[in-house]
Every structure is written in structure tokens, then in C-alpha cells.
């Protein structure tokens, strides 16, 4: 996957054959956060914009702005799943948090 990343913001990257320019999106928010260029030097600067407009957008609205991710996640799992991981957790010597967290890290850099 195509990315870019600022002011703890990412940005999926796609080109656009139709219209033959780069398109990108925030990821992670679900407000709509959407810029374009014809290159890449100007998609980073329209990136940029994109996600300062984005910020001074809510200051002035007076809303919080979205962050992509609060560090909290939750999860329903089959039972099996979550006692196999309780175990795996104990074996390691480690919380099932510990144990996830490191599991997820893992998984989301290996795709």
C-alpha cells in the first residue's frame, strides 16, 4: 500500500487512471479528508494542506478533531480464539494486552 504520513495522520495513495492524477485519503477518521496532484512533490504539499485545513477546519467549528487511532481497541472474538490467545499469552510470560498488542504490531508490518 502506497502511503504518507504527517502530523500522526496517513494518507492512502492511489492512482487515478482516468483522470491521470494521484489521489489520496486520510485513513483511520471517518471524516472525509481527500486531496489530489499531478505528481508527488505536489501531492505531499496538497497532503499537507489537506490535513492543516483539516485541523483548522475543527478549531474553528469548535470540534475535536478525529485522531486515528486512541491506543483503546476492542474486540469480540469467538471464545476459542480469546482462550487459545490467554494461552499463548501465559506461555510467553506475558498479559494477554502485551501479548496482543506485539502479535498486531507484528501482523499490521508483515502486510
Known amino acids: 500500500m502506497n502511503t504518507m504520513t504527517y502530523k ?11 483522470d491521470n492524477i494521484l489521489v489520496g485519503r486520510l485513513l483511520g ?7 489530489h496532484a ?5 501531492l505531499r504539499t496538497a497532503f499537507e494542506e489537506a490535513v492543516d485545513d483539516y485541523l483548522e477546519t475543527c478549531a474553528k467549528l469548535g470540534k475535536k478533531p478525529e485522531k486515528p487511532a486512541s ?6 472474538v469467538p471464545p476459542e480464539v480469546h482462550s487459545a ?9 506475558t ?12 501482523a499490521a508490518h508483515a502486510g
Do not use: C, P
Not at 477518521?29 to 486531496?35: A, E, L, P, Y
Open 29 to 35: 477518521i471517518q471524516d472525509i479528508v481527500s486531496f
Open 38 to 42: 499531478d505528481n508527488v512533490a505536489d
Open 8 to 18: 500522526g495522520y496517513t494518507a492512502r495513495i492511489e492512482f487515478d487512471d482516468r
Open 85 to 93: 490467545a490467554l494461552v499463548a499469552a501465559q506461555a510467553a510470560g
Open 71 to 76: 491506543g483503546r481497541l476492542m474486540l469480540r
Open 95 to 106: 498479559s494477554l494486552n502485551q501479548w496482543a498488542a506485539k502479535v498486531l504490531a507484528q
